[in-house]
């Protein structure tokens, strides 16, 4: 079984900053591209940042400057460091991950996703 758990979200004021994480486990063989979404209420789930396993990244266009996306393949970890932020960046942020488990396919995994709030 594979998860990811994403860990990082919070409340904070506009013009700050936050640092979101998002953790794969299980019996995992490899993990091709990672990204990073984000859905707030009534609107449609957005794409905030891709990375490729090589390091490749890629933004959206409303965070484009303001976002950093990372990973660490040794931990099958990824970052999501958030500066700037805006009122407009309130959302459920949720992993999403490309991920073939030991002796299985390649899938799409989801986390769960963490609140991430903030305040004008």
């Known amino acids: 079984q594979v998860q990811l758990v994403e860990s990082g979200g919070g409340l904070v004021q506009a013009g700050g900053s936050l640092t979101l994480s998002c953790a794969a486990s299980g019996r995992i063989f490899r993990i091709s591209n990672m990204n990073w979404y984000r859905q707030a209420p009534g609107k449609e789930r957005e794409l905030v940042a891709t990375?490729?396993?090589?390091?490749?990244?890629n933004y959206g266009g409303s965070v484009k400057g303001r976002f950093t996306v990372s990973r660490e393949n040794a931990k099958n970890t990824m970052y999501l460091q958030m500066t700037s932020l805006e009122p407009e960046d309130t959302a459920v942020y949720l992993c999403h991950g490309i991920i073939q488990a030991v002796g299985g396919r390649w899938r799409d995994y989801w986390g769960q996703g963490t609140q991430v709030t903030v305040s004008a």
């Open positions: 990375i490729t396993s090589g390091g490749s990244t």
